[in-house]
């Protein structure tokens, strides 16, 4: 099955300063890669996504890049602010059969954005 | 807000003891999937149903049953409770069971097993 690894588990950065998030996956035929948000007592929050046919998209200070031939993706945030503290995962969708798609996560990088 | 319901927000039982979590989709979305965040585990995929009808199984204990009803919410059993299944419980959404289809999920049940 598929497998994916997160660096850092944890990450400080100045305010303003910019975050970078770094993920690998196994399963060659994997084509989806989503990034969530989690704050403390919340469900996680989808910021953004990313499919196999391109290879970077930004929303505003959120960027995603992503490399299909090394299997890696990575999280930046620029200009960060105290309200990006969080924790980060990301993620990979795969084919588990019967028409059914299933994300492995990452274990999670805690963002810490020191005012 | 993800759109996403899930009840109750917190449950608190003993081993060997039955619980049941629910869950209400967005609008319109047809599949649910359950998850379980742990410290040591992340979050795992548990199940995924589309339309009533079961898709996938992850790492989901045989102590662990769901179903989703005709109005789409879904349930989640977990029975003969151990501590070890203390946790939070997330359920997601999507429109429907494709590769592309973003998930969004609940709030969470936080269940501890005493």
């Known amino acids: 099955g598929e497998n994916v690894e997160q660096h850092p588990s944890t990450l400080s950065v100045q305010e303003g300063d910019s975050a970078v998030i770094k993920c690998t996956y196994s399963?060659?035929?994997?084509?989806?890669f989503p990034w969530y948000k989690q704050e403390l007592g919340k469900g996680p929050q989808l910021i953004i996504d990313?499919?196999?046919?391109?290879g970077e998209k930004k929303d505003q200070r959120i960027a995603v890049t992503l490399n299909k031939t090394a299997k890696h993706f990575s999280l930046h945030i620029t200009e960060t602010q105290p309200e990006d503290s969080a924790v980060y995962f990301c993620?990979?969708?795969?084919?588990?059969?019967?028409?059914?798609?299933?994300?492995?996560f990452g274990k999670g990088t805690k963002l810490s954005v020191i005012p | 807000d993800s759109g996403v319901t899930q009840t109750p927000k917190h449950l608190i039982t003993a081993t060997g003891q039955r619980v049941t979590l629910r869950c209400s989709p967005r609008?319109?979305?047809?599949?649910v999937y359950w998850y379980q965040q742990s410290l040591d585990q992340g979050l795992q995929f548990l199940i995924h149903?589309?339309?009533?009808?079961?898709?996938a199984k992850g790492n989901i204990l045989e102590r662990f049953s769901a179903q989703q009803f005709p109005d789409l919410h879904s349930e989640l059993n977990l029975s003969s409770l151990e501590l070890g299944d203390s946790a939070l419980y997330f359920c997601?959404?999507?429109?429907?069971?494709?590769?592309?289809?973003?998930?969004?999920f609940g709030p969470g049940t936080r269940l501890t097993v005493l």
């Open positions: 609008s319109g979305d047809l599949s």
């Open positions: 997601a959404s999507s429109a429907t069971s494709g590769e592309h289809n973003e998930q969004f």
């Open positions: 993620a990979a969708k795969s084919y588990s059969g019967a028409g059914s798609y299933q994300l492995t």
């Open positions: 149903y589309y339309n009533g009808e079961e898709r």
């Open positions: 990313i499919r196999s046919n391109v």
């Open positions: 399963d060659s035929a994997s084509n989806y």
